[in-house]
């Protein structure tokens, strides 16, 4: 009986290890959400139930979440590799990264606040710790406007030379000497010249990042990491589209 006990105990240790490891570990698939939180289809003109959550603050203005909050798995900021960037200012409570509870913990507090990660990046010294913005979210969710402002670029370029990306350039209307870069979405839905409206205006959607390429931002989530990135500039407001 002693023996028989003895076993039991050794294999439900084994299994509770087995379970903690796998959320421990972040995972090489897509985010999922269940069903009743699909993601918002790009041919919905009305802005999401959480348009004005407020995720960081730019020289003062709003930055609002661009993706659903069902949707999100991790807001992180970072440096990047760009002396010219305009640092974000964060907005709720950080949280840390090293331990199971902090990785599992969901990205807004009990009260509906938003909690966030800060993680080391490309440009170390050569802009502000805070000067990259990036929302996880799910492949194919609608980006909505963050700020109100006009589109001064919609450009397709090769991501690391390789894979396709779209970068959607936006000029604060609050600031037009700011102007905000949105980058790894797919499905473009504006132009330039197109006046955007914060919380409600479609940029597209978050695209899906191939397997081979690692996202700094997985070691937060329990997926691949995919999301949405921002980085702000100061320009000359005449050459904000240039």
Do not use: C, W
């Not at 407020?54 to 709003?62: P, T, Y």
């Not at 970072?78 to 969901?106: E, I, K, M, Q, S």
């Not at 969710?141 to 090769?158: F, H, I, L, N, Q």
């Amino acid at each position: 009986m002693r023996r028989r006990l003895a076993a039991i105990g050794i294999v439900l240790s084994v299994v509770v290890v087995a379970i903690v490891a796998a959320y421990s570990l972040p995972g090489s698939t897509p985010a999922q959400i269940p069903d009743s939180d699909a993601p918002v289809a790009l041919d919905s003109g009305s802005s999401a139930a959480n348009a004005r959550t407020v995720v960081a603050r730019l020289d003062g203005e709003d930055v609002l979440l661009p993706v659903r909050r069902a949707s999100s798995t991790a807001i992180a900021f970072h440096p990047v590799d760009n002396p010219n960037t305009v640092g974000f200012a964060p907005v709720g409570d950080r949280l840390g990264g090293g331990d199971l509870g902090t990785r599992l913990a969901d990205i807004f507090a009990g009260g509906g606040g938003v909690q966030y990660y800060l993680m080391d990046g490309q440009g170390g010294e050569r802009s502000p710790s805070t000067a990259g913005l990036a929302v996880g979210s799910l492949p194919g969710e609608a980006v909505r406007s963050p700020v109100d402002g006009r589109v001064t670029a919609v450009k397709s370029y090769k991501l690391l030379g390789r894979f396709d990306d779209v970068e959607i350039d936006v000029q604060l209307a609050a600031d037009p000497s700011l102007l905000l870069v949105i980058t790894h979405m797919a499905k473009p839905r504006v132009h330039v010249g197109d006046e955007l409206s914060a919380g409600t205006t479609i940029l597209g959607a978050v695209r899906g990042f191939p397997t081979e390429v690692q996202q700094e931002i997985r070691q937060f989530t329990n997926d691949a990491g995919d999301h949405v990135q921002m980085t702000a500039v100061r320009v000359a407001p005449d050459l904000a589209g240039f």
